[in-house]
Nanobody
C-alpha cells in the first residue's frame, strides 16, 4: 500500500491543523492506521492510532485531548485533527499502515507501510 500525507504547514500556537493521509494499492479497511512524528534532533515517536475497524483509538499522552484520529474508508484516507497546537508539536508527521487487525497500536514495528511525512511548524 502507498501512503501520501498532506496538510502540514505553519500555524500559531493555539491554532489547528488537519493532516490527511491517502492510501492506495490495497483495501484500506484492512489496515490499522497510525501517526508518528519526528521533532528536530529527536527520534520518531508515536502520536495516534486507530484500529482497522475504527472501533479503537489510542493516543500518546502528549496529544491526548487535543488530537483526534479518524478514517474515511470511502476515501481510503486517515485524518489527524490537531487542536490547541503548541510549539513542541513542531515535527515531521508520518502516517503508517499496520496489518495487525483489531488493535490500535502505538508500536512503530507493527507498521509495515509508511508515508513520506508532512512538516508541521507551530510558532510561539
Amino acid at each position: 500500500v502507498q501512503l501520501q500525507a498532506s496538510g502540514g504547514g505553519l500555524v500559531q500556537a493555539g491554532g489547528s491543523l488537519r493532516l490527511s493521509c491517502a492510501a492506495s494499492g490495497r483495501t484500506f479497511s484492512g489496515y490499522g492506521m497510525g501517526w508518528f512524528r519526528r521533532a528536530p534532533g529527536k527520534e520518531r515517536v508515536f502520536v495516534a492510532a486507530i484500529s482497522s475497524t475504527g472501533g479503537s483509538t489510542y493516543y500518546a499522552d502528549s496529544v491526548n485531548g487535543r488530537y483526534t484520529i479518524s478514517t474515511d474508508n470511502a476515501k481510503s484516507t486517515v485524518y489527524l485533527q490537531m487542536n490547541s497546537l503548541k510549539p513542541e508539536d513542531t515535527a515531521v508527521y508520518y502516517c503508517a499502515a499496520s496489518t495487525i487487525r483489531g488493535r490500535a497500536s502505538g508500536r512503530s514495528w507493527d507498521y509495515a507501510y509508511w508515508g513520506q511525512g508532512t512538516l508541521v511548524t507551530v510558532s510561539s
